[in-house]
């Protein structure tokens, strides 16, 4: 049994002036039961609104959720003691600590006392959180509230998992912490859906990845068959001595800094590298990345608004 089957899945939202906002259109997706499962799209692309609609906060406008084999709408209730959710840009409650977020957490959740207090000091430590377990929220770093956060989440062990953009805010050894937190809880049979503006993220985690775009999924499969699937295969990055100009006819063109990149065919490697030779460039030849293949895809870096 799949553990998520969104069919035909609609959302419009209604703004100042009856004004119709279309969020998703007609979403179908399916997840294994077990599978770390990421979804990539621009702010607005409609990835928090499709979480919403999964995890029971918010009605579609048509189409149908089901978890585990029952429609999120009919029950709605007995299914929020399956899921735990991270939202996007949650906030802790100031006045308390780490620990007592997660413990109070666990108990609101029907655990036992003695198993809240096990399970707490288990995730605090997974979590990297010891030396800040017993400080209040008020006086931590976003990073650190936000590590709170999933911990709470984590800990649960719930059979579903979302989590929106989890790890907004950390930095890279914070983000590595938790990805190890994330791939235990997989392990011991949890579903996941994971929401993230870091690719890298995406690629070292997910067992497969859709693209939205638009309210559209664009591409479903693994990160591996999206960068092998672009017609351009293969990345170059040329310094001083090329305008983007003389590269666009080899394929699409960006600029970082005083470098110029290009994604083309392998075709146009050989002619590329010897006319930088002989410019005296330099030139760094190297595979598409999954942040090049979003652009390619979309069009648009995953940065940008939708």
């Known amino acids: 049994m799949d553990a998520l089957v969104a069919e035909s899945l609609t959302k419009v939202y209604l ?3 009856r004004r119709r906002t279309l969020a998703l259109d007609g979403v179908d997706l399916r997840i294994g039961k077990g ?7 621009r702010n607005g692309a409609g990835k928090t609104t499709f979480i919403k609609i999964a995890a029971t906060l918010l009605a579609p406008t048509s189409g149908r959720v089901s978890l585990f084999g029952e429609d999120v709408l009919a029950h709605a209730p007995r299914l929020r003691e399956q899921i735990a959710v991270v939202p996007q840009e949650g906030r ?3 006045h308390l600590t780490p620990r007592e977020h997660v413990y109070e957490y666990l108990r609101v959740r029907g655990a036992g006392a003695e198993s809240a207090h096990a399970r707490t000091e288990e995730v605090i430590a997974a979590m990297g959180l010891e030396p800040y377990a017993g400080i209040q929220a008020q006086a931590l770093s976003g990073g650190l509230q936000q590590r709170t956060l999933v911990a709470m ?13 989890p790890t907004l805010g950390m930095d890279p ?3 590595r912490q938790v990805w190890k937190v994330i791939r235990q809880a997989t392990r011991k049979g949890s ?11 995406a690629e070292h985690l997910s067992e497969e990845l859709a693209v939205i775009e638009a309210g559209r999924i664009r ?16 990345r170059l990055e040329f310094g001083p001595g090329f305008t983007a100009e003389e590269l666009t006819p ?4 960006y600029v970082e800094g005083d470098r110029t990149v290009l994604l083309t065919r392998r075709s146009a490697v050989r002619e590329l590298t010897e006319l930088a030779l002989e410019r005296g460039s330099e030139v760094a030849l190297g595979p598409v990345t999954l942040e090049e293949a979003f652009l390619e895809l979309v069009g648009r870096p995953i940065e940008e608004e939708a």
């Open 15 to 17: 703004g100042r002036g």
């Open 35 to 41: 599978k770390l499962f990421a979804f990539l799209g």
């Open 92 to 94: 802790p409650f100031f």
């Open 153 to 165: 989440i984590l800990a649960t062990e719930a059979p579903f998992l979302f989590l929106d953009e």
């Open 173 to 175: 050894f914070a983000r």
């Open 191 to 201: 579903t996941v859906l994971l929401t993230t503006h870091y690719l890298d993220e």
């Open 219 to 234: 591409y479903r499969g693994t990160a591996s068959d999206l960068k092998s699937s672009l017609a351009r295969e293969v």
């Open 250 to 253: 080899f394929g699409r063109v």
